[in-house]
């Protein structure tokens, strides 16, 4: 499976941008890149996902690469319920299994 | 409405106890999965059903956990013989439909069961 690389850990204050970047030099063509995220005490949830357009959806945008090898997720406007740890995943759209495989990820740390 | 829901929260077990965990997935959702999510790590696969057969139990780390779907709905990871190394969060997720429909499908976590083996 191709993998992703990460930050382990970012900063930003309320109320401003936060780009969150991920590495994923190896993605094939039918690699889509998702994001998730987990608040503490909670089990992940759905951020937004793509393929080659940048995409935006109320929670937040995902810009991706031209050559695919790297994305980064966008907060326009960071508040302290962003905090979380955000995972970047890749999900082959040829892959018979439904699994999601997580990395690390980033830990959003938002100060006020 | 609601989503899915996992009991209980928080489980304290003793060493070489059975444990039964418990998930609630969205009602009439087609897959379910269990993941396993160790302190400080992201969560790691361990099993997938789809509808009531279990299709991919691949990342069950040892012959002592076990999980069923029986009617197709309410799941149970059940793990015999508890040892220091399974604890972790237990997470439990579905999704709406099953293999064969679209890959990019939204998995939706429950809070997950926070197991303590002593």
């Known amino acids: 499976d191709a993998k992703t690389t990460q930050p382990n850990s970012m900063e930003s204050n309320e109320e401003e941008p936060v780009h969150l970047p991920c590495n994923h030099s190896?993605?094939?063509?039918?690699?889509?890149i998702h994001w998730y995220r987990q608040l503490p005490s909670q089990g992940p949830e759905y951020v937004i996902h793509g393929l080659t357009s940048n995409v935006n959806n109320r929670m937040a945008s995902l810009a991706i690469a031209e050559d695919r090898k790297s994305s980064t997720l966008i907060l326009h406007r960071a508040t302290l319920r962003d905090a979380a740890v955000y995972y970047c995943i890749l999900r082959d759209e040829l892959d018979s299994s439904y699994k999601l495989i997580f990395g690390s990820g980033t830990r959003l740390l938002v100060r006020p | 409405g609601a989503g899915v829901s996992q009991s209980p929260r928080y489980k304290v077990a003793k060493r070489g106890q059975d444990v039964a965990l418990r998930c609630d997935p969205i009602?009439?959702?087609?897959?379910l999965f269990w993941y396993q999510q160790a302190l400080g790590q992201g969560p790691e696969f361990l099993t997938y059903f789809q509808n009531e057969a279990q299709l991919d139990k691949s990342g069950l780390p040892s012959d002592r956990f076990f999980a069923e779907r029986p009617e197709g709905s309410v799941s149970t990871l059940k793990i015999q013989r508890t040892q220091q190394e399974d604890s972790a969060v237990y997470l439990c997720?579905?999704?709406?439909?099953?293999?064969?429909?679209?890959?990019?499908?939204?998995?939706?976590f429950g809070p997950g069961t926070r197991l303590l083996v002593l």
């Open positions: 190896t993605i094939s063509g039918t690699d889509y």
């Open positions: 997720a579905s999704s709406l439909k099953g293999l064969g429909r679209t890959r990019q499908e939204t998995q939706y």
């Open positions: 009602s009439g959702h087609v897959s």
